[in-house]
C-alpha cells in the first residue's frame, strides 16, 4: 500500500509523455465496474442513510434524524462498537503473532511443508460453515472438550465460554485466530524474499537464532507485517459471519458479540429499518477509513523499506 | 570413517539441526491436529445418525454405513452434481474476469502515466474498506432492473470489471517489480502500450496471475452472501447455498445428511489449495510486498 | 511458447464462457411460469415438491420451488421484495405476517375467495389466524400451539407416568426441583423460559391479560414483567431451572434447546416441532399443555404454524390461489404435505391425512384437538417492531439471570425498551 506515493514520485513522474488516453483505455473495465457496481450503490446508500426507509415501502427524507439517534439514545450502537474493539485488538495481534509463529516454523523447507500448510488452510477453507457453527457451540459450552480438558490439565472447572457474556467474545476470537491461513500464507511469501545469506552471516558473527528473529527477520518483515495488519484491521470492522453463525444471528448472550455489521444486519433485514442501516455503515466506512489512515501516518515510524535507505 | 566422523563439530551439528527438525514436526503435527479436530467432527458427524450427532462426541463413529452421503447427493429437487456444475462455472467466470480486468488496471497504474491515477488508485483502495451490507440493496435493484436477477450474471461481470482491489494492488507491485529497459527497449522497437501490456508483461507475470487466479477461485467457491441474493430456483443453487438447505432452525433438519455433504464441499477446494499453494506463494513473494 | 500460452488462455476463455452458457438459467422467465418460496429442509421440500408437480401436471402451469433456511429465508425475502420482485407464492411465519401486510406487499385474498380459493371447512381460528386489519392476507397450512417438550424417561424417573394435563405451576416446580436432584450441577428439571417472549405471552394470557394491544402497543405493564421474572428466579434459585450459563446456550434453534443439549428435562416450543426436537434426541419425547394457573385460564391458542400468501405484486394471483386451494383442500396436495407443516385447518383435510399418520403425527392431531377445547381467543397478531421484542426480552431476561440486574431494573428496562420499539417501528 506504501506503494502509492511510490508509484507516483517514481520515475514514471518525470516523464513527459502524456499516456491519458492508453491509461484511460486499460482502466475502462475498472472505471465502469466502479462506477457502475460501487459508487453508485454506494451514493444510494448515503441517500438512504437520510431516509427512513423499511424495505417493502418507498424511502421518506428524514434529515439527520438516523445520525442523530445513533450518537444520542441508540446504546446498541455503543455497545456494538465496544464489542467490534474488544474483537479487534485481541484478534489482530494474537492471528498475526500466530500466522507469523507458524510461517518462520515452516520456511526454509521442511519437509512435508506442503501437507502442512494445506492443512493449516483447512480452517481459513471452513470459514462461515453451519457445521463450525454447532461444533464451536459444542467445543465451548459448559461441559465441552475445552473444559473437559482444563479440568484433566488443571483441575480448574471452566465457565461456559460461549453462553457467558463475559467470556463469549474470546471463543470468536479463537475462531479467527484458528482461521489464520491468509496472513500466514502472505508471511510466507515475505519470509521467502529474505535472503538466506543475511542468516548465514550473522550465524558466523555469533548471533543466536533469537537475536537473528529481532535483529534481521523481524526488521526486514515490517512491510509485510504491516500490509497484514491493515488487511486484518479492515477485515476485523468487517467481520459479520463468525458472530452470525454462532451465535444464530442474535449476537448473544446479552449482545457480548453483537458486532458492529451483525446489529447493521439486524437493523436492516430482521427490524426492516434500511435507513438506519445505511447510516450505520457510513459511520463504520469513516470509522475504518480513520484506522487506515492512523495506520499509514504511523507506519513512518516503524516500517523500514530497503529502497528508502 | 565416514566424512562427517572426522569433523565432529559439523556432526554435533547435523544432530542438533536433526532434533530441531524432530521438535518442529512435533510442534507442527501438533498444531495440525488441532487444526485438523473440527474436520474429523464433521466426518464423524457425516457417518453418525441425527440422533447422536449432538449427544456423543466421539470422533469415532458408530459404523461407516454411507447413507447420509448417499441420501445427501439426492436430498434437494435437484442433485448435487447440479451444484458442483453452478459452483464450478461461476468460479471458472470468476477467475478469467478477476485475471483479465484486473491485470488491465494494474497495468495502467503500475506503469502508465495519466491524469488521476493517484485519485483513482486511492479510489481503488477505499473500496477494500466497503462494508458490503451497505451496497446490497441499491445492487440488487440495479440487477433486478437489468433483468439479470436468478441468473449468474450478477456474481459473474462484475469479476470482468477489476472489482478486486486486492488482486489489483498485488499484480501493481508484481508488475512495478520487472525491469523498466524491457519496456523502453519495446517502446524504441513502435510497441504500444497494449503491446507491452500483452507481450512482455503478461507473460512475465505468469506467478501473480495464478495467485490472483487461485485467490478468486477460493473466494468464489466459498461465497455465500451473493448467491444467496441473486440465483431464486433452486436448480441454479451453488454447493454453499445449497448447505443452507439442509438446516431449518425452527424444525426439522438433516443434520448428518448436512455434515455429508459440506465434507464433499470442502474436498475439491482443499485438493485444489494443496496443488496449488506453491504458487500463491510464489506470486506473493515475488511481487514484493515489501513496497 | 508464451505465445501458446496466451492463446490457450484467451481460448480456453472463451471456451469456457460459452460452456457457462449452456449451463446459464434463460433470461427472464416465461409469464406462465409461478414462483413458491418456503423455508424449510429436504423432507418439507421434497412434500411441497411433490404437491407443486401434482398441481403442474394436472394444470399444466409451471412452477419454479426456492427453498432455504430459515434464517436466510427472510433477508432473502426483504431483499427481494424491497426489489419489487418477491415470489408469487410466499410460506409466511406468524410473526412476520403483520410486517408484509402492512406494507401492502402481500395480497389480500377476500378477492380470490371462495373461488378459487375455499376455506369453508377451516375452523375459524385457523382461518382467522391469518388475518391483519380484518382483511385475510394468508392461508394456514398447519396449525399449532405452543407445547412443552419434555423427556419421558426423566419423568418417569421422578414418579411421573403420564403428565396430568392440568398440571399446575406448582407441579412443575415440585417435578423440576425433583429432576434437577438426580444428576445435581449437570442436568436440570426446566428450561429457562423467562427469556422466550411467547412464553411471557402465554403467561398473560392465562391471567386474561394481553402482550399486545389490538393498536400494536405494549399491552403488559412493568409489574407483569417484574412478576414473570420473579418466578423464574425463584425457579433458577431453587435449582428446578437451569442457570443461566446453561439457558443462554439457547439461541432459539431447535439443537440449542436445553432438552436438545441433553442439560434439561423440559424445553418450551410450538407442537408441530416436537418431531424436530425428536429426530435429535435419542430418549422418547412427549409434549404437554403449559402449566396451569390456579383460578386462570388456560393461555394457549390455536395458531398457523406456517401461512401460505400471495404476492400483491403477482401477476397470477388467481393461479397461485388455485395452488393453495389445492394445497390446503385437495387430496393429493393436502397428502403429498402432510402433517410436516403443523396440523391442517381444514377438517376435511384432517381427514384425509389421517389414515396415514404416524406416532408422532397423532400426538400433534390429539395435541391440537386438546388444546383447542380450551383456547383461548386467538390475541391480536404481534404488531411491527414484534420481531425486535423477542431478542429483547431474551437480552433482558439473560442479564437478569446473570445477575448483571435486579428483577425489577430488568422489568423497568424491558418495558420501556419495548415501548420504545414499539413506537419506533
Excluded at chain 1, 24 to 47: K, M, R
Excluded at chain 1, 155 to 175: D, F, K, R
Amino acid at each position: 500500500m506504501h506503494g502509492v506515493q511510490k508509484i507516483v514520485k517514481g520515475p514514471a513522474a518525470n516523464r513527459f509523455r502524456n499516456e491519458d488516453l492508453p491509461g484511460y483505455l486499460f482502466l475502462a473495465p475498472w472505471i465502469a465496474g466502479f462506477l457502475l457496481f460501487t459508487l453508485g450503490p454506494t451514493l444510494a446508500s448515503l441517500y438512504l442513510s437520510f431516509t427512513k426507509f423499511d424495505l417493502l415501502s418507498a424511502p421518506s427524507f428524514i434529515g439527520l434524524d438516523n445520525y442523530r439517534f445513533m450518537f444520542t439514545s441508540d446504546q446498541r450502537f455503543g455497545n456494538a462498537l465496544r464489542v467490534t474493539f474488544i474483537y479487534l485488538m485481541f484478534e489482530v495481534p494474537l492471528k498475526l503473532a500466530f500466522a507469523l509463529a507458524v510461517a518462520m516454523m515452516m520456511d526454509k523447507g521442511i519437509r512435508g511443508g506442503d501437507v502442512y500448510r494445506a492443512l493449516f488452510y483447512i480452517p481459513s477453507l471452513l470459514g462461515g460453515s453451519v457445521a463450525i457453527a454447532v461444533l464451536w457451540r459444542q467445543l465451548f459450552q459448559g461441559d465441552g472438550i475445552i473444559n473437559r480438558a482444563l479440568f484433566a490439565l488443571f483441575g480448574v472447572q471452566g465457565p461456559s465460554w460461549i453462553s457467558n457474556p463475559e467470556t463469549s467474545i474470546y471463543t470468536l476470537v479463537i475462531l479467527a485466530v484458528w482461521q489464520f491461513g491468509s496472513p500466514m500464507i502472505i508471511f510466507l511469501a515475505g519470509l521467502r524474499q529474505i535472503s538466506p545469506e543475511l542468516y548465514e552471516a550473522a550465524s558466523i558473527d555469533g548471533a543466536s537464532k533469537s537475536k537473528q528473529v529481532w535483529r534481521i527477520t523481524l526488521p526486514l518483515l515490517a512491510p509485510v507485517i504491516f500490509f497484514n495488519i491493515v488487511l486484518q484491521v479492515i477485515e476485523g470492522f468487517k467481520a459479520f459471519t463468525p458472530a452470525f453463525i454462532i451465535s444464530g444471528g442474535t449476537g448473544g448472550p446479552v449482545d457480548s458479540t453483537l458486532f458492529y455489521t451483525l446489529y447493521l444486519y439486524q437493523e436492516a433485514f430482521a427490524h426492516f429499518r434500511m435507513g438506519y442501516a445505511s447510516a450505520l455503515a457510513w459511520v463504520l466506512l469513516v470509522i475504518i477509513a480513520v484506522f487506515t489512515s492512523i495506520s499509514f501516518f504511523t507506519s513512518k515510524y516503524w516500517v523500514f523499506y530497503e529502497d528508502e535507505r | 570413517m565416514n566424512a562427517e566422523a572426522l569433523h565432529p563439530s559439523r556432526q554435533a551439528g547435523a544432530q542438533k539441526s536433526a532434533y530441531g527438525a524432530v521438535l518442529r514436526h512435533a510442534l507442527l503435527i501438533g498444531a495440525s491436529i488441532i487444526m485438523l479436530y473440527p474436520l474429523l467432527w464433521m466426518l464423524a458427524s457425516s457417518f453418525k445418525p441425527d440422533s447422536l450427532i449432538f449427544s456423543d462426541m466421539s470422533l469415532i463413529p458408530p459404523s461407516l454405513n454411507p447413507r447420509n452421503y448417499i441420501e445427501g447427493w439426492n436430498a434437494l429437487e435437484v442433485s448435487f452434481s447440479r451444484f458442483y456444475w453452478n459452483s464450478f462455472v461461476i468460479a471458472v467466470l470468476a477467475v478469467i474476469g478477476n485475471v483479465m480486468s484486473c491485470s488491465l488496471a494494474a497495468y495502467a497504474f503500475a506503469r502508465l502515466n495519466f491524469r488521476g491515477r493517484k485519485l483513482f488508485f486511492a479510489l481503488m483502495m477505499a473500496t477494500l474498506m466497503l462494508p458490503y451490507h451497505v451496497t446490497l440493496i441499491p445492487q440488487y435493484v440495479l440487477f433486478l432492473n437489468i433483468g439479470w436477477v436468478d441468473t449468474f450474471l450478477p456474481l459473474v461481470v462484475p469479476k470482468f470489471m477489476a472489482g478486486d482491489a486486492f488482486a489489483i494492488f498485488l499484480m501493481v507491485q508484481f508488475f512495478r517489480s520487472l525491469p523498466r529497459e524491457l519496456d523502453e527497449a519495446a517502446r524504441i522497437d513502435g510497441c504500444g502500450p497494449w503491446r507491452i501490456y500483452w507481450m512482455i508483461v503478461l507473460p512475465l507475470s505468469k506467478p501473480v496471475l495464478a495467485t490472483a487466479a487461485i485467490l478468486t477461485f477460493l473466494w468464489t467457491w466459498n461465497d455465500f452472501f451473493g448467491p444467496l441474493i441473486y440465483l431464486n430456483d433452486i436448480s441454479h443453487y451453488t454447493v454453499p447455498l445449497a448447505l443452507r438447505a439442509f438446516v431449518d432452525t425452527t424444525g426439522l433438519s438433516a443434520w448428518g445428511q448436512l455434515f455429508a455433504m459440506s465434507s464433499l464441499a470442502l474436498a475439491p477446494i482443499f485438493l485444489f489449495f494443496l496443488f496449488f499453494q506453491r504458487l500463491i506463494i510464489n506470486g506473493i513473494a515475488m511481487s514484493g510486498l515489501k513496497g | 511458447m508464451t505465445q501458446v500460452t496466451r492463446r490457450k488462455f484467451v481460448v480456453g476463455g472463451i471456451a469456457a464462457a460459452s460452456l457457462a452458457y449452456a449451463g446459464l438459467p434463460a433470461f427472464g422467465q416465461s409469464g406462465a411460469r409461478l414462483r413458491c418460496f418456503w423455508w424449510g429442509n429436504p423432507e418439507r421440500d421434497r412434500r411441497t415438491r411433490a404437491a407443486l408437480d401434482a398441481y403442474q401436471q394436472k394444470s399444466g402451469v409451471q412452477i419454479s420451488s426456492e427453498s432455504i433456511g430459515w434464517g436466510e429465508y427472510w433477508t432473502k425475502l426483504a431483499t427481494q421484495t424491497a426489489g419489487g420482485n418477491a415470489p408469487d407464492l410466499i410460506q409466511m411465519d406468524y410473526r412476520y405476517i403483520y410486517e408484509y401486510a402492512r406494507r401492502n406487499t402481500l395480497l389480500a385474498l377476500e378477492g380470490v375467495m371462495p373461488k378459487p380459493l375455499d376455506l369453508a371447512t377451516f375452523s375459524a381460528g385457523a382461518r382467522d389466524s391469518g388475518k391483519v386489519d380484518g382483511k385475510l392476507y394468508g392461508v394456514t397450512l398447519g396449525t399449532n400451539s405452543k407445547a412443552m417438550i419434555y423427556d419421558t424417561a426423566m419423568f418417569e424417573k421422578v414418579g411421573v407416568k403420564s403428565l396430568d394435563p392440568n398440571w399446575t405451576w406448582e407441579d412443575m416446580a415440585r417435578i423440576a426441583g425433583e429432576i434437577s436432584k438426580l444428576n445435581p450441577g449437570k442436568y436440570w428439571g426446566t428450561g429457562d423460559n423467562s427469556r422466550w417472549e411467547q412464553g411471557f405471552e402465554h403467561w398473560l394470557n392465562q391471567r386474561k391479560k394481553l402482550l399486545y394491544t389490538e393498536e400494536g402497543k405494549a399491552a403488559f405493564t412493568r409489574d407483569d414483567v417484574a412478576e414473570w421474572f420473579e418466578l423464574w428466579d425463584k425457579l433458577r434459585k431453587s435449582g428446578a431451572c437451569a442457570p443461566a450459563e446453561v439457558a443462554a446456550m439457547n439461541t432459539g434453534s431447535v439443537d440449542q434447546y436445553e432438552i436438545s443439549r441433553g442439560t434439561a428435562a423440559m424445553s418450551y416450543a410450538n407442537s408441530n416441532q416436537v418431531v424436530a426436537f425428536q429426530a435429535i434426541h435419542k430418549g422418547k419425547l412427549a409434549m404437554s399443555v403449559f402449566p396451569n394457573l390456579k383460578g386462570g385460564v388456560s393461555g394457549h391458542y390455536i395458531k398457523p404454524a406456517m401461512l401460505m400468501s400471495i404476492s400483491s405484486r403477482s401477476r397470477a394471483q388467481e393461479e397461485a390461489a388455485k395452488i393453495i386451494q389445492f394445497m390446503v383442500n385437495e387430496e393429493p396436495g393436502v397428502k403429498a404435505l402432510g402433517i410436516e407443516r403443523g396440523v391442517p385447518g381444514s377438517s376435511e383435510a384432517q381427514k384425509m391425512i389421517a389414515p396415514d399418520l404416524d406416532e408422532l403425527g397423532k400426538a400433534q392431531v390429539d395435541y391440537v384437538a386438546a388444546v383447542t377445547k380450551v383456547a383461548v381467543p386467538l390475541p391480536p397478531p404481534p404488531p411491527k417492531g414484534a420481531g425486535e421484542i423477542e431478542t429483547l426480552l431474551r437480552r433482558v431476561a439473560d442479564s437478569v439471570a446473570f445477575g448483571k440486574q435486579g428483577v425489577k431494573e430488568g422489568a423497568v428496562q424491558f418495558h420501556t425498551e419495548a415501548v420504545n420499539v414499539l413506537a419506533r417501528a
